[in-house]
């Protein structure tokens, strides 16, 4: 077996059940999960319509490529959202459709590492743990960017020496963050473009909340809308990661695309071919259908406004959290330990929730995610109101 497997931690959930291992919360309280990042708005009747009616076309096999239709959706929907000069993302060399983002994350890594002495993948601290595992499977060393309050959640990229740029093949960033919701700027954005053309490493820009926002008039940045900016209308070393499991409420679908550099995704596009993680037909043309509306995707942002509205009205005064800058997660700070506070609440409420050093790793100056919890407001607005109620009792008898 692959010895870098031994390297691999527990996923943060593997943990959470060890965590809740042997407690019988209260019978009379329903279970709330605020735990994982899993949508439960209802998935748009179109898409499903559409994923029903095209089933002749599991007869068929899909191609790793893609079908011109979707390539070309995507392309005019990435074109639109971020402001992208007419034709600089094409369909046919700046699109490729994945089975999700989180093996598209993983894959891209194998795809783009060279393993060696030295080799460096630097991402966020926390993070979605696919980077960490993407990393040690591809033979490179993770290097870790705390996101702290005081820096607004924003990696420390100010912070990292010299030389890990130099051994670095590629950062990870993700933006709006998993779990802070914090945006990254286009000062930054261009920063480490600069950075990435300094040293020559690839950016990958994990994109998958940035639907998911508070002001209509203010969507997050994206990491192509800046290189249009500066001019870049190749996107050279800059690839990003969407997909419509936040966006259109449709995880169970597995559908995304990777988009950006020309070369880099002619490179995997070929790994791919042997990787074999193709779209099926039906599925691919659904996606058509949820890439070219965005009434549904208004709708979605609206109902998680009114849900992040009414749990921060219940714990105000009782936890030290704020509204994030987009997606929809809270990161609060715990007045205990996060993995006792998780324990505790589960036992008392029956409601479940992260503890954030599950999300994160320890660093010679702290462990970003120890004192928080991650809660995913992804339940009815009912169970979100219902959750915060408890939560706001078990603080206040803590």
Not at 45 to 61: C, I, M, N, R
Not at 105 to 130: D, E, H, R
Not at 266 to 290: D, F, I
Request: with cysteine.
């Amino acid at each position: 077996m692959n010895h870098h497997l031994s390297l691999l931690q527990p996923y943060p959930f593997e943990k959470l059940a060890a965590l809740k291992g042997g407690i019988t919360p209260p019978h009379h309280l329903n279970h709330i999960a605020l735990s994982i990042g899993e949508p439960k708005h209802a998935a748009p009747a179109f898409v499903v319509q559409t994923l029903t009616d095209e089933l002749k076309g599991l007869s068929q096999y899909p191609q790793t490529k893609g079908l011109p239709e979707l390539r070309e959706a995507i392309a005019d929907w990435a074109t639109r959202r971020f402001h992208l000069q007419p034709g600089s993302l094409t369909a046919e060399q700046h699109v490729l459709p994945v089975a999700g983002t989180r093996e598209a994350l993983f894959s891209f890594a194998q795809a783009c590492i060279t393993p060696g002495t030295g080799a460096k993948v630097v991402m966020p601290n926390p993070f979605y743990q696919i980077y960490e595992g993407a990393a040690l499977l591809a033979g490179a060393e993770p290097y870790f960017l705390n996101c702290t309050a005081d820096k607004n959640f924003e990696p420390d990229f100010a912070g990292v020496p010299e030389q890990v740029w130099r051994d670095c093949q590629l950062l990870f960033i993700c933006s709006p963050g998993n779990p802070t919701g914090a945006v990254l700027g286009a000062a930054t954005l261009r920063h480490l473009i600069e950075l990435a053309d300094r040293f020559d490493f690839v950016i990958a820009s994990d994109e998958c909340y940035s639907e998911l926002y508070f002001d209509e008039n203010q969507p997050p940045l994206g990491l192509l809308e800046v290189c249009a900016q500066m001019g870049r209308h190749d996107f050279k070393r800059c690839v990003v990661f969407h997909s419509l499991s936040k966006r259109s409420n449709l995880p169970g679908l597995r559908s995304g695309f990777v988009a950006g550099d020309a070369e880099i995704l002619k490179s995997y596009l070929l790994y791919r071919t042997y990787h074999g993680c193709a779209l099926p037909v039906p599925t691919q043309l659904a996606s058509v259908t949820a890439w070219r509306d965005e009434h549904h995707v208004r709708e979605n942002r609206a109902l998680y406004r009114q849900k992040f509205a009414e749990v921060l009205a219940i714990l105000e005064g009782h936890m030290d959290v704020s509204m994030p800058d987009a997606g929809f997660y809270l990161w609060p700070r715990t007045p205990i330990s996060d993995t006792e506070f998780a324990r505790q609440l589960f036992a008392q409420q029956n409601v479940t929730v992260l503890p954030g050093q599950y999300l994160a790793r320890p660093t010679p100056t702290c462990n970003p995610g120890e004192n928080r919890v991650r809660l995913a407001l992804v339940a009815t607005l009912a169970e979100c109101r219902e959750a915060a109620e408890r939560i706001k009792q078990f603080v206040i008898r803590l």
